[in-house]
């Protein structure tokens, strides 16, 4: 089975300053990894994923993430933040290893990280 | 990426009754997928739907509870039958886009039914 943990529910910053959205996942075989974010009374938008290659992945808005096979994460980080960035913000797995059948692309969230960003 | 509509975008609906959710894709794809948020709650997925199959469900969900309609490749139907205030949640469709083995999967905005 896999699974993701979020062990943050809440993230505080100061506009300008750098963040992190920690994610940690669990797979047994290899991993897809993705990150959402879902503004306020929105759907969810795609902002990253790894696949494969570099470690280090950007994406949107500035977003990048940094892939560690060795302690199974998939934290999001920004230089800068913005108070936009304000959301609630998924990282997501699917196991690589899993091209078929049901579930074969079932994408398993974590329970999400609300990020605030104050002026 | 592919733009995905839902329709409504909002219900209040009574204990009892049903409601079909509509979701509309602006470029034909293969595989769609239905996920719900429970207050407070992540994802879960409900069922993937292809076009020319029955609608693979996850455990937990049935399809007498969640018909599913996949009638082409740019629309999917989610019914909630026989609604109770468990129901409440957030209904997310979703595609599936992008090189094989190597998918990325987008949202539409999303239906918020709140159930009496």
């Known amino acids: 089975a896999q699974s993701v943990a979020q062990p943050e529910d809440q993230v505080n910053v100061a506009e300008g300053n750098p963040l992190t959205v920690k994610c940690t996942y669990s797979v047994s075989g290899n991993p897809y990894l993705f990150w959402y974010v879902q503004y306020p009374n929105r759907g969810l938008q795609f902002l990253l994923k790894?696949?494969?290659?570099?470690?280090l992945v950007k994406g949107s808005y500035g977003f990048e993430a940094e892939f560690n096979k060795s302690q199974t994460s998939f934290h999001l980080k920004k230089p800068s933040a913005l108070v936009s960035d304000s959301a609630l913000y998924f990282c997501?797995?699917?196991?690589?290893?899993?091209?078929?059948?049901?579930?074969?692309?079932?994408?398993?969230f974590g329970k999400g990280t609300k990020l605030s960003v104050i002026p | 990426s592919a733009v995905i509509s839902q329709k409504p975008s909002r219900d209040i609906c009574q204990r009892g009754t049903s409601l079909t959710i509509q979701c509309q894709v602006d470029?034909?794809?293969?595989?769609m997928f239905w996920y719900r948020q429970q207050p407070g709650q992540s994802l879960t997925l409900i069922a993937t739907a292809n076009q020319g199959s029955e609608a693979t469900y996850e455990s937990g969900f049935v399809i007498d509870k969640f018909p599913i309609s996949r009638p082409n490749l740019t629309f999917s139907t989610l019914t909630v039958s026989n609604m109770s205030p468990e129901d409440s949640s957030i209904y997310l469709c979703?595609?599936?886009?992008?090189?094989?083995?190597?998918?990325?999967?987008?949202f539409g905005p999303g239906t918020r039914l709140l159930v009496l």
């Open positions: 790894y696949i494969t290659g570099d470690n």
């Open positions: 470029s034909q794809v293969t595989m």
């Open positions: 979703t595609t599936s886009q992008g090189a094989i083995g190597q998918e990325t999967q987008y």
């Open positions: 997501a797995v699917r196991d690589r290893g899993r091209n078929s059948g049901a579930g074969s692309y079932q994408l398993t």
